[in-house]
């Protein structure tokens, strides 16, 4: 069932072009507008609503984050995200107008259905993404977006996330539709670079090889930093936490712009570091700050490990090894920034000769609180 692949994470990370195509497909019409109808929730509620609260645990949690970025810019409505255990135990502002986004690859997860409960309780509509078919959080919310990735076999999460960010900007620009803040050539125009992005997703998998050498080399590491700015510090997030799930090693993401209040006070001449670069054809002044944080952790003898983007050849000289992604508009970038991180974890969790299906005390679905 590994269809050759070594174990079912490295399957489902090349799988991971699939999965995206697959949740795009058959969600527009001939004249490229989005149809989401499977969604049945009336168009008036979902043109009221004032505020997105995006309820996860985990990885569910950073595709969330990557959302909040791009529906906020394209509905101009805010997006907060909360992972769904503190949700629950807060006193969180959610009434009729609030649309609840519950994210969860099993939609069984325990914490993710509580909150999917409190907030329809406060009258909330929800609105689950879920990549497992007939599972609970579905049946409780009001409005189900399902995510094609297939069945993911591999405890820690991998193309579900891809997915998940997939579905999550359907979702947003769904909204930009129905609410007029996006003209529909420019949604159409997203479409179109979505459409493209299993291509280049394919393109940082044609280049494993590589991360496998360096994470081989890497295999006695202790401790390993992420630093990622936008965009890019959700994809941060889930680089450490794939890390830290496979290969058991320490692990942190920070926001880039942080540096400076506290953790660059743990850079040691050795200490590896990976960085999120944005595309320099996003905002300029994104692109050079993180520029400058790459300088200051190299100049305190970080080994610095960039993920830049194709042609960006401002990061060359003060990185110690660079991974080029294709070029990708700077809302959708995670969807490949992100894959060099998976690969490098379970790379360097295989060279440390660990199960990379089965990571030590976790489960899959975590169905208890
Ligand atoms: C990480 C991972 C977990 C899950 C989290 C939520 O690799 O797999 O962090 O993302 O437990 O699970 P679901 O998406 O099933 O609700």
């Known amino acids: 069932e590994k269809g050759g692949f070594r174990s079912f994470m490295d399957k489902e990370i090349h799988d991971q072009p699939h999965a995206v195509a697959d949740t795009l497909l058959g969600r527009t019409d001939d004249k490229g507008r989005l149809v989401l109808d499977e969604i049945h929730v009336d168009e008036a509620v979902l043109r009221q609503v004032d505020k997105i609260i995006v309820v996860a645990c985990g990885t569910a949690a950073y595709a969330g984050q990557v959302a909040k970025y791009a529906i906020e810019h394209w509905c101009r409505i805010p997006v907060e995200v909360e992972l769904a255990h503190e949700f629950r135990y807060r ?6 107008r609030t649309l609840v986004v519950a994210v969860s690859q099993s939609g069984e997860t325990m914490d993710t259905l509580m909150a999917v409960r409190h907030a329809r309780e406060q009258g909330a509509t929800v609105l689950a993404i879920v990549n497992t078919h007939g599972s609970t959080i579905p049946r409780e919310s009001d409005a189900v977006l399902y995510t094609h990735a297939g069945p993911e076999v591999a405890v820690a999460s991998t193309k579900a996330f891809l997915a998940q960010i997939t579905a999550a900007y359907l979702l947003g620009l769904y909204l930009a539709q129905l609410r007029g803040t996006k003209f529909p050539d420019e949604i159409a125009e997203v479409l179109t670079e979505l459409r493209a992005i299993p291509a280049k997703i394919q393109t940082v998998l044609d280049g494993a090889d590589r991360v496998r050498q360096i994470a081989h ?53 050795g200490q590896p570091v990976f960085v999120v670069v944005p595309s320099p054809r996003g905002r300029d002044s994104l692109h050079s700050k993180v520029i400058s944080n790459i300088q200051e952790i190299r100049a305190r003898g970080a080994r610095t490990l960039v993920i830049a983007e194709e042609g960006d050849e401002a990061v060359t000289p003060f990185a110690d090894e660079t991974f080029y992604v294709p070029q990708t508009p700077v809302l959708l970038a995670p969807l490949v920034s992100v894959v060099p991180l998976q690969l490098f974890a379970m790379e360097l969790a295989t060279a440390k000769g660990l199960d990379v299906d089965q990571p030590r005390n976790l489960a899959k679905s975590v169905t208890v609180e």
């Open 91 to 96: 006193d969180p502002i959610v009434d009729r």
């Open 217 to 269: 080399w890497m295999a006695d590491t202790s401790s390993v930093l992420f630093l990622g700015r936008h965009v890019g510090y959700p994809v941060a997030m889930e680089g450490a936490l794939k890390l830290k799930e496979l290969a058991y090693i320490h692990a942190e993401g920070f926001a880039a712009g942080e540096l400076k209040h506290g953790p660059i006070a743990l850079i040691e001449p």
